[in-house]
């Protein structure tokens, strides 16, 4: 005999930004690597030089996708790790020739206090350089900042996780490297979606935003840039005590193979985009935020007036969707995100789409179904129906 | 039709300190928790908030094995992070009290250099407090560098991983407690092997070292104990960008199940244990260090007279069996180690056995039958056979 049961809800996860379900490569390649590469790479023994000989295919794998030797590339313990390790180390080799960091408005939380701490170690200053009604950088202002005597290190984000513009890299490398200041690129958002770019000298890479599993992250640092460490001695001071060989492992192979498929992907997503754009510019008195051109394939971003973030995220939550917001990004910093507020659009109301490689085009007309509603009824419960 | 082949000869691994393959249930748990957890445990949506409640359920489940309340309980990158940051924020607190910090000289090379930096840091000193022929802590000298002025945190481990020794944290506790020292323990040797001490302020454990995976550290830090951030701005101080919510519910998964059956193991492994002890002591020019009695229950240290380590894990390591060496521990540090040369013991010919759970007596019988035509031969190749 069964018992009647309630199926529950679909779940269709539209918050793929910094965390998508692992690809389905990176879990038989992490069930592998727990098989092959559990045991202490530095050992001597056969199970080490295994362990080892896995982390090292890796770094090989990850090179060459990021256009980098394998010597140049790390792994750390997290995206924000390898932010924060990148901006201390440099800016601590450069301190003879600099004390202050400069960055965008819009870069990762991350960056912006790793360079402010960095700065006060140096007793230098953090340049702030503003960005426009889309987040792209001022880019005159961010070359000034860079020509400007005492600057040790400069970043800047190839494309905002947030609303997905992407930023001019070229230019603003090309001045950089005219003026002998390492740029620091953080692709934590890009990798994995767009054609990595070669405008660096650091760059971060994220494996939780391309699939790979979290607990690891990419740095490649090329050759010519000079690091120093920072905190106690360490074999590595990128990740002390090590990483996972198994999550490094796994996190090259899905970066392998999503860049497999990565322009089809594109092509795929953005017209997703496309679509969920033009329903969203139905809704009444809503703006959609960020680069319509130049921008992530699989990001869209809007604000709605009238509406609680939050409660929206929640709203949507109920009918089975998971987004993001700006104005309610985690259950943690319930503040107004400072990317939208340098761009000086509306902080409030404000969801994120971000479509995995696994979204449907069933997945994005369900939600598009749901969607206006869901706007409607958070409207009516914080009484602005009739505004 | 079938190709003749040579099997491989079947390995041994004899060199589980700090790296063990997975329990099954760690192994089992990871699956589940990479299909349940693998979001970002801070979004408000349901996939975040199942990722926050594995978390906390990982954080429950570590706190009731430590001895400790939840909020006290800390996930970190690494054993080497929990290390280096409990060094740091404990004594970052403590500035007013007291610039320098107490270890033992046994301790492990990541306090070792955390707390050569952290002194640094302070302009204070780093006072190492020597230990005795079974690496057993001078307690007078340790008591007096506590009361000392100055001190503001004092680390020593609950049992050290190379010889096995354990050490009085009982005593030395009470007199940290006197003095208002924090004191921090290093468990991450025994931690899954020796009932839990409740000797501590901080307390450090390796999951990697219980069967847990690699990739994630323990740590447990009182309520009382005060401590500071030193780094970047970041919602957690202790793993800035979060650890991994499937490792660290794999890492609390594998220390339930240890503990479990820990006494039964206790008695198992010491038995081999002194069933290696008494044939080794039949090889000739041979000397076993570390305390005979107490001591972790499954680790055993011996030094072989005109032997090479190196020579001898390599050696061993073509019979089949994986061992570990003080004097040949990585093969990133090819030197002595500075446990034995604390001791004042040999620092050459080392070899350390650890045995897993999973090590069999048929195991450890057929590592004793090689071991001793190992050590004859590596003394034959070293010219040192009719010494």
């Known amino acids: 005999m069964t018992h009647p049961t309630t199926a529950p809800p679909p779940r269709t996860h539209l918050d793929n930004g910094g965390s998508a379900p692992l690809h389905p490569l990176a879990r038989e390649a992490l069930a592998q690597a727990l098989a092959d590469g559990w045991a202490d790479p530095r050992r001597l023994h056969a199970e080490g030089r295994r362990a080892a000989a896995l982390l090292e295919g890796a770094r ?22 390898s932010l924060h390790a990148a901006v201390a180390q440099v800016s601590r080799a450069r301190r003879r020739q600099g004390r202050d960091v400069v960055v965008a408005a819009t870069e990762r939380a991350a960056t912006l206090h790793a360079a402010e701490h960095a700065a006060r170690q140096a007793d230098g200053r953090r340049v702030v350089v503003p960005v426009d009604g ?24 190839h494309a905002n996780g947030e609303v997905g513009t992407v930023q001019p890299l070229d230019v603003v490398h090309a001045a ?11 692709a934590g958002s890009s990798v994995g ?20 599993p979290a607990g690891v992250g990419v740095l490649a640092v090329r050759h010519r840039t000079r690091t120093a460490p ?21 996190a090259a192979v899905s970066l392998q ?36 051109d130049d921008r992530l394939p699989h990001v869209v971003t809007f604000s709605f007036l009238y509406v609680d ?12 969707f998971a987004v993001g917001s700006g104005s309610a990004c985690t259950a943690a910093t ?12 509306l902080t409030h109301g404000n969801v994120r789409v971000a479509l995995d490689r696994s979204t449907t085009d069933d997945d994005v007309e369900r939600f598009l179904a749901v969607l206006p509603g869901a706007v409607a009824r958070v409207r009516a419960m914080l009484g602005a129906d009739g505004l």
Do not use: C, K, N, Y
């Open 193 to 212: 979606h767009l054609a990595v770019p070669h405008a660096w000298d650091v760059l971060a890479a994220d494996p939780a935003d391309w699939g790979g």
């Open 176 to 186: 950089a490297r005219e003026h002998g200041v390492p740029l620091l690129v953080d």
């Open 60 to 81: 090989e794998a990850v090179a060459t996708v990021l256009g980098a030797r394998p010597p140049e590339v790390r792994f750390t313990p997290s995206h924000t790790a």
């Open 309 to 320: 973030g939050e409660a929206l995220v929640t709203e949507l939550d109920r009918a089975g």
């Open 134 to 157: 889309v987040a792209r950088v001022d880019v005159e202002g961010f070359v000034a900042a860079l020509g400007a005597d005492g600057a040790a290190l400069a970043a800047l984000q």
């Open 334 to 345: 319930l503040e107004p995100s400072h990317v939208l507020a340098a761009m000086g659009v």
């Open 230 to 250: 920072v905190g106690p001695e360490d074999p590595d001071p990128w990740a002390p005590g090590g990483v996972s060989v198994p999550l490094a492992f796994a």
């Open 257 to 292: 193979a999503v860049e497999a498929d990565r322009v089809a992907q594109d092509a795929r997503r953005r017209r997703l985009v496309e679509r969920i754009r033009s329903v969203v510019a139905g809704v009444p008195d809503v703006e959609v935020v960020g680069d319509p």
